[in-house]
Each structure stands twice: as C-alpha cells, then as structure tokens.
C-alpha cells in the first residue's frame, strides 16, 4: 500500500467520523467548563485525610464545601475552613491554574481547621496549674464544646504562635479540634484571607455520620 492511499484512508476515515469527534469534543469542552463554574461558584466534595478535626471530622469522612458565601460575607467565628496554608506555594502557570479550578490532576496541599480569631479580636492561649488549655478572645474564655480535650495540648513554645496578638484586617486565627495532633496556626502564624478555598458545611459519607457542619 502506497503512501497516498494509506493517507486517503485516513482522510476518509476522519471524514466518517468527523461529528462523532466534534461531538465527543464539544461533549468534553462542555463537562470541564461546567466543572470550573461549579467548583468556583457553588462548591466541591473533599474528604478528610487526617485527625486533626477529631472528634467533628475523622479520617476518611466526605464533605461538601461551599464556595457561593465567599462573594458577599467573610468567614465567621466557629466556621470550618478548607484553605491553602501560607507555607504552600501556589504556582500560577496555565496547567496549575486548570488544576485547581477543576480538581483534575491538583497536587496543592489544602487544610481543613476551625475559625477561632477574626480580624480585629486579641488572640491568646493559656494553661493552668492542671494543664488544662483554654483560648481567650478579648481576654474572655472561648467556649469550645467541640475540641476533643481541653487537656490534649501540644504545649507551648517560644516558637510557637499562643498570643497574646491582636489580629490584623484580613488574617484570621486557625485551629484544629483535635488540639493535640494539629499542624494549625500556632505553628505557622496567621492565616491571610485570600488563601480560604470554601467553607466545609455538610458531612454526607458515611451515612452513619451524616450532619450539618457549623
């Protein structure tokens, strides 16, 4: 076979299924852009890879995260936030770009942590005589009923991020529920604003442990 007939066959190959390649083509072009518009304006699925939200959220729990409530309110005391951390470096190139709008292929490392200091509020981390943690807001106890021990702190340290701090316009204050095996804003300072992704608001998988977040 020459090789102006295998190209005639390739052509009329292509020519007979020309609409069904536009169709698979538009069919693609299509489910991604409604990927982005889905991911960017209402919200997208995460699961929970650690124990750092023990006892609200455990490993391997799936949630829904709601993007819509970032265009008209900022996030609120007690709110459950998946973030970008300030030490992940987030690339601007074309291929990082669709990655993150559209969930495919995306490698940057996002948190899950509880909002505990809004701009404006004093910030500080105290112990007693009995070990016992307590966060004060505006030199008042905050109160936690959701944290997995008042006890079960990391303590403490120079190094460390425990106040007392007044918290600058647009940063925010971010902490674990699980006090004792959380990698959160005591290590790594304050979280700017631009680098929340969506508020965590309902816990669907498993079934036996569906709930409103919140």
């Known amino acids: 076979m020459t090789k102006e007939e295998i190209k005639k066959i390739i052509k009329e190959s292509?020519?007979?299924?020309k609409p069904a390649i536009k169709e698979t083509v538009d069919t693609v072009v299509f489910v991604v852009v409604m990927v982005i518009i889905i991911r960017f304006f209402i919200g997208e699925i995460r699961w929970i890879p650690s124990g750092s939200m023990r006892p609200t959220l455990v490993e391997?729990?799936?949630i829904f995260v709601e993007r819509y409530s970032r265009f008209y309110s900022t996030p609120k005391r007690g709110d459950i936030m998946v973030f970008y951390?300030?030490?992940?470096?987030?690339?601007?190139?074309?291929?990082?770009?669709?990655?993150?709008l559209t969930g495919f292929f995306c490698k940057d490392i996002a948190y899950i942590k509880r909002v505990i200091g809004?701009?404006?509020?004093?910030?500080?981390?105290?112990?007693?005589s009995t070990g016992k943690y307590t966060v004060y807001i505006n030199d008042k106890p905050l109160n936690e009923p959701y944290i997995q021990s008042p006890y079960d702190y990391t303590p403490c340290t120079e190094a460390?991020?425990?106040?007392?701090?007044?918290?600058?316009?647009?940063?925010y204050m971010m902490m674990g529920d699980n006090r004792g095996n959380s990698q959160d804003g005591r290590y790594w300072g304050l979280l700017p604003e631009d680098r929340f992704i969506g508020r965590?608001?309902?816990?669907?998988?498993?079934?036996?442990?569906?709930?409103?977040?919140n």
């Open 60 to 62: 391997g729990d799936r």
């Open 85 to 100: 951390p300030p030490f992940e470096q987030l690339k601007n190139t074309p291929l990082k770009v669709f990655a993150r």
């Open 14 to 17: 292509y020519e007979k299924n």
């Open 118 to 128: 809004v701009p404006g509020d004093k910030f500080e981390l105290k112990s007693d």
């Open 200 to 213: 965590a608001v309902f816990l669907f998988w498993p079934f036996t442990r569906v709930k409103k977040l």
């Open 160 to 171: 460390m991020l425990c106040g007392p701090v007044v918290i600058p316009e647009k940063h």
